[in-house]
């Protein structure tokens, strides 16, 4: 996201083709270019048992470049590749497919990569746009669909369960002028999709809603003072929340026709507010009531909710997202990063207060953790648990175990993965016994995938939510790299 705002327009020659190798295409983030037989693979558990109340499909996201990269590779530049484990009768079945996108289907028919990457100047004259959507992003199930989103905002893609076949562009009644950006969220008591997009031009925000039919409600646009850089929301009741982050492209140099990216440490950053009867009611300007905070940047929310006149906001906040910065504080342990974006986030709450218009905010962890995911049945009223990928002190961003934290009680407690071992976004996956309003908010089960860092070796990991214990380790026949974000998807949809 950073990079592709600091490269000015000028194609790329064959020339830059060679370059030295990045270390988002090697090792455990090494792409693979097999896919699976339709009818996948069966596992069998190595460790514990595959639970029988377990039914439903994990499916995860991530780069997986198909061709060899033109320039210097980011990692956010790969095709996206889908891996899915199928769950039905403690047996367990294995499925891979790339999200065949309009991108990567020209770049298949002309047998080479076609688009450069964030890290090499794009032309801004090509045909389809400067960067390929390449669908790698985040997973998002709605209207008895899986949509598979892209980061930048695009087109979402529809892919089918559970042959992971893409469909084609999701279509949602009327043009969205840039499509879906990754990490739009489905309520779970309206059906309603929640979504933003974004870009360089005005409106350099918009917000937006599409019905449980896939149709969309509304799409209202953000007054903001110029570009920024989004990533997230989360929603209310009542509320879309949306950000205008202390980081984003220097003005300055904007004006001078250059796109340099910048931590403003005296800007505040500001939460905004927007009614979701304005997007129901087709509003094309949203009202929104911003809350200023401490400057930070965000990846990932994890819940909101309304108490009282407040809104309370949980998320993963980073002080100091930038490589170079010479604000930075010196650390005695490693912090990841990704080309200039360092990742050192912190579990976090604020509170916005309705009466008053000021901010209240907690660091609730000094343990660094990102990917967070939570009982999406949770999503948008008072939560009480999270589940947190806990960041390795490593170059590149690994986790090496995951943390519970009860919000309510101020708790939390951690499981370290074996040695060797670093797993991915967790989904929760409700047990498949009795009617989902009177289970426990942590009553099911963490669904993720690990690798084995020194040989390749690949797992699925099944986790007791609530005893944060693993109950199976189940070897997958295929190496499958280090991704992104998850979906869990029950058998009964």
Known sequence: MVAAMQRSSAPVSDATRATARDPYLEGCYAPVQEESPVEGYGLTAR???????????????????????????????????????????????????????????????AGEALWTGLLVRPDMKRPGGPYKNSGNTDLLWHGGQLLALWWMSGAAYSIELPSLQTRGVAEFGAALPRGLAAHAKTDPRTGELLFIDYGMRPPFLRVGAISPERALLGHAAVELPGPRLQHDLAFTENYVLVFDLSMMADPAQLRRGRQRIKMFRDVPTRIGLVPRTALREGQ??????????????????INAYEDGDDVVLVGCRIADPL??????????????????????????RWRLRGATGDVVEERLDDVMGEFPRMNDRWLGRRSRYCYMPRVAPRETLLFDGVIKYDLARGTSRALAYPEGWFGGELTFAPRDHGAPETQDEDDGYLVT?????????????????RALEIVARVPVPARVPVGYHAEWVPAAR
């Open 449 to 465: 995938i690990a690798v084995e860092a020194a040989t390749g070796a690949s797992e699925v990991l099944v986790l007791d939510a």
């Open 284 to 301: 094309r300007e949203a009202p929104v009531r911003w809350f200023d905070a401490a400057p930070f940047y965000m990846y990932h929310a």
């Open 47 to 109: 460790v514990g048992a595959v639970p029988r109340d377990l039914s439903g499909t994990f499916v995860r996201n991530g780069s997986n470049p198909r061709f060899e990269p033109r320039g210097r590779y980011h990692w956010f530049d790969g095709d996206g590749m889908l891996h899915a484990i199928e769950f039905s009768g403690g047996a367990a079945r294995y499925r891979n497919r790339y999200v065949r996108t309009e991108g990567f289907m020209a770049e298949e028919a």
């Open 323 to 348: 490589v170079g910065d010479p604000d930075n504080p010196a650390r005695d342990f490693t912090v990841p990063a990704i080309a200039n974006l360092r990742l050192e986030p912190y579990l976090h």
